[in-house]
Each structure stands twice: as C-alpha cells, then as structure tokens.
C-alpha cells in the first residue's frame, strides 16, 4: 500500500518568509510525528499526534514553530519566518497507534537563503 | 531507554550475509530491541523487532542472545542497496498516551561493496 507521503520534496526560500510542509500518513494510522534532521546529524523531536488527543509539541524549538493534523489524516508544519539554522530535512513518520515501529516520508530538505 | 553500543563501521561483500551486532547490557525486561536504517539522503525505515525471541521478516533476521545482552541484524544476501546507516535501539513496547519518539545513536555505516 500507500506509504508516508510529504510535499514538497525540496523548499528554498529566503530568510524571514513563511513555509509550510506537508505530511499525508499511511492511511488508518492514528500517531504522526514531525522530526528534524540537520545535516549529519540525528532525529530532533518536533510534536506527535495522537488520533483526537491535545498534540505533544513538547519537541518545537520555538513559537515560530506550529503544527496541525485534521482528524487522522494529512498534517502541517508551518515555520515562521525563517532563519538559516532552521535549514534542515523534516521528516514526518506514522504508526498505527503509537507503537515504535514507524514509517517515515522521504522528507523535506527546507534550505533557508 | 537502555544504551546500545554498536561498531562505527562495517563493509560486507555483495551477495554475502551482513551480520551487524548490538550490545544492550543495560536492556530490562519489557524492552524490546528494534533495528532501523537510514539510507543516504532518505527517511530511516524499520527493519525489525524483537523481546527474546529471534525473529525474521522479509527484510532480516534478528538474533537475540539468551541473557538479552545483545543482538544481531542479519542481512542474509547484501546489496548494494542495504548500504546505509543501522540503528539499533531499545525501548519499551507501546505505551499509550505519551509520545513514542524515536532517538537514534551514531549506528553503524554498512557499506556492501561489489
């Protein structure tokens, strides 16, 4: 079937302007999460959603951070005016109910110029 | 979540068995030993899991010592696709509610050569 999906594949865009990202989960999945990944790096924690539950955002680096999810389904990550430091891969991963078995999207490089 | 301990780097011949180990002597009982991979400018994918038993799916094998102390992913045919970077963890099994995220350490970088 289906796997994760994101849109777009690559963003760049320049300092200060908004971006929003995409994440279609594998359908019936009720837990999505958003991770970060510098260059090099590991996984960096963003927010997880979990089916009608109030979201985790424990993870967002800072108010220009924000992410919805209508019902179980397609989520959004939305950075606020952007800085350099926020270029990275973001990547989004579901599973069924939260389990730790995930299946991550192809993820989004955002390069901020 | 215990500590896992894994070889920086390890190259295996194509068509061969890759046998990537894990130490986790710190593992509890209800902790299960999951294995993903990150290929190179892709999103880490799941390969495996297990609690004490070994297990095999169409991807791997997974080998679980008696005493839990460590494991072994085996790749039984090595491409050159399998070349990426294996994560081995250990966490406990779902818990409902709380957030789930995965932490990955440094792996180990699998490279099958031709």
């Known amino acids: 079937g289906a796997g994760v999906s994101q849109s777009p594949s690559n963003k760049v865009t320049e300092k200060g302007k908004d971006v929003e990202l995409r994440c279609d989960p594998i359908?019936?999945?009720?837990?999505l999460y958003w991770y970060r990944q510098r260059l090099g790096q590991g996984l960096e924690f963003l927010i997880y959603?979990?089916?009608?539950?109030?979201?985790?955002k424990s993870g967002l680096p800072s108010d220009r951070f924000s992410a919805e999810r209508t019902g179980e389904s397609v989520s959004t990550l939305t950075i606020q005016r952007t800085q350099q430091e926020d270029s990275a891969v973001y990547l989004c991963?579901?599973?069924?109910?939260?389990?730790?078995?995930?299946?991550f999207g192809p993820g989004t490089r955002l390069t901020v110029l | 979540d215990a500590k896992t301990t894994q070889p920086t780097s390890m190259d295996c011949a194509e068509g061969r068995a890759a046998n990537l180990p894990c130490n986790h002597s710190?593992?509890?009982?209800?902790?299960?030993v999951y294995w993903y991979r990150q290929i190179h400018s892709q999103g880490p994918q799941y390969i495996i899991h297990?609690?004490?038993n070994n297990e095999t799916n169409e991807m791997a094998s997974l080998i679980i010592t008696e005493d839990r102390k460590s494991s072994t992913l085996i790749l039984p045919h090595a491409t050159l696709r399998d070349t990426a970077v294996y994560y081995c963890i250990v966490r406990v099994g779902m818990s409902s509610g709380s957030a789930r995220q995965l932490t990955f350490g440094s792996g180990t970088q699998l490279t099958v050569l031709p």
């Open positions: 297990g609690l004490k």
């Open positions: 359908s019936g999945h009720t837990a």
């Open positions: 991963a579901s599973s069924l109910r939260g389990e730790n078995e995930q299946f």
């Open positions: 710190t593992i509890s009982g209800n902790e299960y």
């Open positions: 959603f979990q089916g009608n539950s109030a979201p985790d």
